[in-house]
């Protein structure tokens, strides 16, 4: 693949390595493989250069991971649990209620998502919750055997979370009995309204990692995230969230989604506030299966939003260096999204050989997401028709062999896709109700999206050449102390 | 016109000078301080003379090249950098040195019970004089059953002759042929009849110890114990099989050009090592020792610093804890240690840190060097 950065470079993506660099007439032959004539080395460049990329190119070729055919192997349930004891389980995330206190008007448990579930009045009660996390627990001691380095951690997620309150303080309180000699992770995903100074008290005690949805300002913010009579949550919200921050709890962070009619600006000024929590995760309504979010934008909204996003990474340009914590809206949207291409990239690990050859999909099993009925699931956001197991029974191995196998069918391109490692697609994208879409028809605008990605990476690099470096370790290295397990 | 080292090509700082590393030929160019300046500066985007004649060299090194415009040069790296910020991953065990025994009629002047110092005496047989109960052969096999849990790569069974209890040898090596491709059997040349080896050659490999170079064969890997003051007659044509162990009886007075101290010690780089130096001990990292008598060691040679007795406890509860956990050793990566951190070869230099130990009885020291990274010299042997 070839992109260009802002300033008109050409660069060329080497899939096979896992890099890329700057792109030239001679090296593009060379690697097109396509014969020289002495005539194009004088116009493209001199002997020098023919000199140098041809032995550049030779250099590569000495690392490059050789061609290998994905392998035809059906996984077993025994390699998935074999795979879960050693880098599963990190994390097992209680849905503790479908029910939810507002509306926001993108929620996944909404009518705009038609293929996941819709919001309820259901609540997991204790013994439900006992019965996961007592399975969870004998799988995680089962497992230090293989991986000794795996802390226990347990998410509460809902509907929202904080409205079933007495069964997260349950939970906690049997755990520390029942396993004291072990240091747990919590964490809870909260829109914040209930965040009482009660309920922050027993979430600070227990070194609860607190994630609360911000989408910015009052007018950002509100535009969406609301209670069921329209009104806006932006005032409680922010409320709760200072009274935290001015705790000096330290493990607590925000969560803003964004869409077309975002003003990224006022988001940049807004989270560059002292009182308000560091962003940790930026990301658009997810366009996954069954979606209809999107309809309600017009192309000039869309163009408006390009528009001003293009204004801001000017922006982003003259200032990064200089008056911009690596912690902003800007570095966040700009250096870290795009980068991820860059630094998700196994460079020079061949995975053709890998029960996972494509895409950048987890087993399942690495997290487990529990719900009211005390079904399992691979996370909490994939739909609900791909159960992993239940309380009753535990993970089902053999199930989860099945969607892994049903799953790689399904990804048809991946052989021939020009940027398969720096893929970051998983089954979310993939699924519909208990199958999945071929790759071959949700790829098709990825290179170009990808493209994009790279471009604004190498403008920043042309630009600032350690700032991407710096900004992926300082906000790594902080998303590591303040949630562990949220990154992944 | 601007000038950038190549994706493969990493530019390291010293206290007074840099040293570029080329990852995929291996070489390491040591630059003064004035190549390091332009180097810095031009690794920066700053523009740089297109006659340069130094720049000009390491573009016909193939090392770096010249642009009209700014570039970003993504560099080369194994695997994902995000990766070491995930907490939880389980650890990287690449080899394990079990010590099955500890007896031996043989009084050669190297062994460990002399309290010798050998630069590789981890790959040599020693016993040693110490109190403890042996392991019993049960719990050496379920030991091999842990460390494949933790699919550890590769099996180093040594300890003393192993031939004294010949029948025990036997058993453990069947048992760990079961789960273990890797298998190395390691004592003295002499300890092994034609029999045994040719037992032992279907069932690992074997790495026999001498302090003869007539004994070096070809069938086998030897490590060949050697006064390090004459350590200088072996240099040169050795045969790919042999490993120099070094022996220094109190270490005093080590000539400057001393493998053990000198411009030697730094090897050829490549992109494995190198992301492995950044972060971990080039030697101790992705390693485990249990001696005959159960304790869990860091190295075979780092006999005082135990992490406690497998007796009662099982093998993976050493990985846990910050202090006393066998990360703690694998962590002593060079930018650990107050010297090597302001050293431009810390990611390409070898370390012993049983050496190191023996010599001051301390973890963190580092005087078997004879860089001064603060002048950028190296002590020159006398004329």
Known sequence: MEFESQSGTTYYYDNEIGIAFPSHPLLKKMIAATPLHKEEISVAGDDEDFLFYSRFLEKLNKIRPKRNTPRKHTITADEVKSMVLREGMIQMTLGVTEDCNLRCRYCIFSDVYTLSRNRSRNVMDFPTAKKALDYYMSLFLEGREYNPLRRPSIGFYGGEPLLNFDLIKKCVQYLKTAYPELDFHFSVTTNGTLLTKEKEEFLKEHGFYISISIDGPKEEHDRNRVYPNGKGTFSDVIKNANRLI??????????????WKSNIFDLEAFFSRPDVPKLSIISSPAKQGGCTYFSQFSEEDFKAFKNTESRAFQYYLEHAAHDMDSHSFFSKFFSLFASRSLYSVPVLVPREQTALPYSGTCVPGRKIFVDCQGNFHPCERINQFFPTGNVQFGLDFQRIAGIMNEYLEHLDSCNSCSISKTCGFCYTQFAQKGCFDYASDICKDVEDFKKIDYSRTFTIGENHPHLLDVTVKDYYSWLSKISPTLGD | MYF?????????????????????????????????????????????DPADPFLRELKQRVVGNFYEKKVFIEKLRLGSPIVEYQEGLPPVLMRAVLEIGNHCDRSCWYCGSHGISRSRGCFGCNIWDEKGTPVDINRWKELIDELHSLQCQALFIKGGDLTKEWEKTQEILEYANKQFTSVFVIGHMNHFSKEACDYLENKANLILQTDSISDIGTRHHYLLTTDYQKSHELSGNLPTNVIVDMVS???DPLQPDSPLNSKKKILKTNLGQFTHNNKLHPCLANSITITWNGEVLPCPMMRKQSLGNIGDRKLWTFFRGAEDSIQKFWNISLNSLNKCSKCEFRYTCTDCRALEVAKTGDLYSKVLCNYDPSKGTWQQPAA
């Open chain 2, 249 to 251: 009886r109190n270490f």
């Open chain 2, 4 to 48: 950038r080292l190549n994706p493969e090509c990493y530019y390291i700082k010293g206290d007074q000078q840099g040293a570029i590393y080329d990852l995929i030929e291996g070489d390491v160019y040591a630059l003064s301080p004035e190549e390091s300046r332009k180097i810095d500066a031009s690794e920066d985007n700053c523009a740089v």
């Open chain 1, 246 to 259: 001015a705790s000096g709890y330290d493990r607590c962070n925000a969560i803003c989604v964004f869409d």
